[in-house]
């Protein structure tokens, strides 16, 4: 089966470092960034020991930067057209709309959607050249269930459901599928130290293995929207 280049955006840890794996363990090409350089060396490396037979290349980049979306962009693309492009940076802060921090809003907006925004943007139009590709945008449980002390970080994932729903339209002449995810409590480090058992929540494998499982469908089939919780409901 032919190679194939992935894009990972928040891949240092996480859902990323979860996706990174599943499709560096599968022989395919990974393209992946992060805002922090020492995490995404580590995660590089690592992937590189295990899977050398994935070529595996990575830049820095804080993608709530419209500047830093457009240079990694242009990055990856000189690598030629992605067959999957997944959209997982992102950032979780607490709050209520009633009280939350000043800015907060413009914060959870710039890192949670614009970075999708740009990126698929700046991607797409190698996509639509070949009408092949795959995008998955990651949202959250919180894209459809508001709950309290969500604040502004629920607001820009019900965006991001937005987003994710009107491309899937936009680009079914083109033959791009688009998935939303929509994953609740999954354990990765927000979670560590907050007391929460990790049995009771997902594992970010878990996430990871949807995903490839809907990446490998045939070119007829869309997974439009995985949602997932853990088995026990939310938290």
């Not at 499709?23 to 295990?50: M, R, V, Y």
């Not at 049995?199 to 809907?214: L, N, P, S, T």
Request: proline share 3%; net charge neutral.
């Amino acid at each position: 089966m032919a190679r194939k280049r992935i894009i990972i955006t928040g891949a240092s840890k996480g859902l990323g470092k979860a996706f990174a794996e599943i499709f560096a363990k599968n022989g395919d090409d990974l393209l992946l960034c992060a805002s922090k350089e020492q995490p995404l060396i580590e995660t590089t490396t690592n992937l590189k020991q295990q899977y050398p037979n994935s070529d595996i290349q990575y830049r820095v980049a804080d993608l709530s930067n419209k500047k830093e979306v457009k240079a990694f962009a242009d990055w990856c693309n000189a690598f030629g057209p992605a067959a999957v492009l997944i959209n997982n940076a992102g950032r979780f802060i607490p709050g209520s709309v009633y009280n939350e921090e000043e800015g907060l809003l413009e914060n959870m907006i710039a890192t949670n959607l614009y970075s999708a925004y740009h990126l698929t943007r700046a991607i797409l139009p190698q996509m639509i050249a070949v009408k092949s590709g795959h995008i998955f945008n990651i949202c959250s449980i919180a894209s459809i269930q508001a709950y309290a002390n969500g604040g502004s970080y629920s607001i820009s994932k019900y965006a991001m459901l937005g987003f994710s729903k009107n491309l899937r339209e936009e680009l079914k002449p083109f033959h791009i599928k688009v998935t939303s995810v929509l994953p609740g409590a999954t354990y990765t480090d927000s979670w560590a130290g907050t007391g929460v058992d990790e049995k009771r929540i997902m594992e970010a494998v878990d996430v990871a293995e949807m995903v490839f499982a809907a990446s490998k469908l045939s070119i007829q089939a869309c997974v439009e929207e995985i949602v997932m919780r853990p088995q026990l409901g939310d938290l």
